[in-house]
């Protein structure tokens, strides 16, 4: 009897214990918006539009309480669950074991043991990614989206595509509860939404404690090259950054790419290497010192040894061109050895907690420059960075796509939120050939509702969402000659049994036409009004797509390539 051998269940779940954090004393904006939430009636979606530091992240703590003292259960989105570790942090910190992490970076072990916790019905906080939408909770009480404008909450790369945001809103139809759309710069779609009923429009127009926005400064680098600087930092940054460490501060770097250059060109003969499965150009990739130099696609992830000589005509003479995370982080210790730098993009976070344990090595202050792409404008909430340096602002603006506009802006809003958090004052520098665009003009005067205004009267000229609706038709396969019978056929079909309602564009090759050795076509329908029910509608077109041809249907698509 002093030995019992018995089943005993261990589930493999989080378990980070840290110290417990209490609700916090709101601000004037908090409580109407808490007050507001408190009142929703089931089914109904609200937009909590706060300005980056403005507390949004305390107000869902405080509406979530009540919903688990009822015995419900809530679920939060996040667009990468890797990327905002803070988040999950704080809410641990105020709700404990009762907190529960979805998402496709744990094991099969692990989600399967959390699937299983949301079947028991107690009282619980999810906190996922776009796919946890679908996670069965019993009893769901509240659904929130964080930066409900982040295209990750769009499903593009499997079908069936969705978009995260109205699964949450069919969801909270089915269990008549609310959802909370919270950011700093919400969707064009969500913010003519809110506009239509004032009520649930909830706002939070200042920072905490009514601590100031960052001050930006636009650089002109066209001026900085008449001048002889040909450095990737101009003088202001340079400046800035002179002072950092002498001021106990840290600084944000933001690139548009990662890896060292965008392309490799001989300068003989303009030869530019590229990727023989996509159709694009090989971007280099610094390793370490006296190391091989390697060549990469990011499309298909294709990687080859640097040439030493140029494979069309000889020459020696070949030259890295763009700017990458890897080559600003070099520049930088070279001109700045006192600084220590810190590269945080995908290449650096590959591991699963790679993304947590080199914010806590910043936040630390082991390091005095973040040097990142678009993962450093997703939760970051650092009180030492006061200086946020956006290297080319020009990468962002210059797409083939309607939505260009809106996501430069809310990505350079979003990442320069990022300065000023704290005590001291934040200045973000913008580093750009065309200061004189609508966008950066509207970040720098942190003027959000100036430019949806000039952008939704663009958005209806041209009958774009949210005003339109578009159906974007995508073909692939292995055979060029294939896919694009297969898109001439149904652009055909299109054409002679849709209504006058529609405008059908294509069909036509996709911006990069073969990625991982399959080509692609496109068609893209757009539809005045109200939006169809194409499941009828688009059913028979799969007869006219020859074998081995695929295609898959993106109803108003995020991207268009």
Request: with cysteine; net charge neutral.
């Amino acid at each position: 009897g002093y030995v019992v051998i018995e089943d005993r269940e261990f589930l493999r779940l989080s378990s980070a214990i840290m110290s417990r954090d209490q609700p916090k004393t709101l601000t004037s904006s908090q409580k109407q918006a808490l007050e507001a939430i408190q009142t929703l009636k089931g089914g109904e979606s609200v937009l909590l539009h706060g300005v980056t530091g403005s507390g949004k992240t305390e107000v869902y703590l405080q509406a979530i309480a009540p919903v688990l003292a009822a015995g419900k259960s809530a679920l939060v989105l996040v667009p990468e669950i890797g990327l905002t570790p803070q988040l999950t942090d704080r809410f641990v910190a105020r709700f404990g074991d009762r907190v529960y992490v979805y998402h496709s970076a744990l094991s099969e072990g692990e989600r399967y043991d959390t699937w299983r916790q949301m079947l028991t019905g107690t009282p619980q906080v999810i906190i996922g990614t776009r796919s946890a939408i679908f996670a069965p909770l019993p009893h769901l009480g509240m659904i929130i989206l964080d930066e409900e404008h982040d295209s990750s909450f769009k499903q593009t790369q499997l079908l069936p595509t969705y978009h995260a945001r109205t699964v949450a809103k069919w969801r909270s139809q089915l269990n008549h509860c609310p959802v909370i759309l919270g950011s700093a710069t919400p969707s064009l779609e969500t913010w003519l939404e809110s506009q239509a009923n004032p009520r649930l429009y909830l706002s939070l127009p200042d920072r905490i404690q009514n601590r100031p926005l960052p001050r930006v400064e636009i650089v002109d680098m066209r001026r900085e090259l008449q001048r002889g600087n040909r450095s990737l930092f101009s003088q202001s940054l340079r400046s800035s950054l002179d002072t950092l460490r002498d001021k106990g501060e840290q600084a944000i770097l933001f690139v548009s790419r990662r890896g060292h250059s965008t392309f490799v060109s001989c300068r003989s003969c303009g030869y530019v290497l590229e990727c023989p499965h996509c159709d694009v150009s090989l971007s280099y990739h610094h390793t370490e010192p006296g190391a091989q130099e390697l060549l990469r696609c990011h499309y298909c992830n294709y990687g080859r040894i640097h040439p030493k000589q140029c494979p069309e005509c000889g020459s020696p003479y070949l030259k890295f061109f763009g700017t990458g995370t890897q080559r600003v982080t070099q520049e930088l210790t070279k001109e700045f050895p006192d600084l220590r730098c810190l590269r945080f993009d995908s290449d650096t976070t590959r591991n699963k907690n790679a993304p947590r344990e080199l914010l806590k090595l910043f936040t630390d202050g082991e390091f005095d420059v973040l040097v990142g792409t678009q993962m450093l404008t997703k939760g970051l909430d650092i009180e030492r960075v006061t200086l946020v340096g956006i290297m080319a602002a020009d990468g962002l603006l210059y797409h083939s796509d309607y939505r260009a506009s809106e996501r430069a802006f809310q990505t350079l809003t979003q990442v320069a939120g990022r300065a000023g958090r704290g005590e001291r004052e934040g200045k973000v520098i913008i580093q750009t050939y065309t200061p004189e665009h609508p966008v950066i003009r509207a970040v720098q005067t942190h003027d959000y509702e100036g430019f949806v205004e000039t952008e939704l009267m663009q958005r209806e000229s041209l009958n774009y969402p949210p005003y339109g609706s578009l159906v974007l038709i995508r073909f692939s396969g292995l055979d060029g000659e294939a896919v694009q019978k297969s898109a001439e056929n149904v652009a055909e079909e299109c054409v002679n049994n849709l209504g006058s309602d529609w405008d059908i564009l294509g069909p036509a090759p996709a911006t990069i036409m073969r990625v991982a050795n399959r080509y692609r076509w496109q068609i893209l329908l757009k539809l005045s009004g109200e939006k169809a029910d194409i499941g009828d509608l688009f059913r028979p077109l799969k007869s006219l797509v020859l074998p081995k041809v695929s295609m898959a249907i993106d109803v108003d698509p995020l991207t268009i390539e």
